[in-house]
């Protein structure tokens, strides 16, 4: 059975761009070398943090969402603490599947409507 996850992870700020995509490439390997399903990644980019952490006032969030079975949590947590430039994350367990962000609705044209309507009388 597989599980729905999101993992959090903050990236040093100083990562080049290309440094950054092989990261998530070696853990989105992962997720599903071991059976997993991987959503597409989101990037939160630079965002100052609420207090230093490591000596670092910033960091590059990146947000991965996946479906695996439990042991894969371990491995890929463990993978995370090896690796250089990740400083802090966070793995939790969602207790349904990820529902894909929705599109900001369009302005009504009804109220358009209306208002040449009242400008005509």
Do not use: C, Q
């Not at 969402?65 to 894969?72: D, N, R, T």
């Not at 947590?77 to 599109?103: H, Y």
């Amino acid at each position: 059975m597989l599980n729905h996850y999101e993992t959090l992870l903050l990236l040093s700020p100083e990562l080049a761009e290309e440094n950054r995509k092989e990261i998530v490439a070696n853990l989105i390997g992962i997720i599903e070398r071991d059976g997993g399903i991987a959503a597409p990644v989101d990037d939160w980019g630079i965002r100052t943090l609420a207090y230093p952490v490591r000596k670092l006032t910033r960091g590059h969030y990146i947000r991965l969402v996946f479906s695996a079975p439990g042991a894969l949590v371990a491995e890929l947590e463990r993978n995370i603490r090896i690796t250089d430039g990740i400083f802090k994350f966070v793995t939790v367990r969602l207790d349904e599947a990820p529902k894909a962000p929705e599109a900001p609705k369009p302005i009504e044209a009804p109220v358009a409507a209306e208002a040449v309507k009242t400008e005509e009388a």
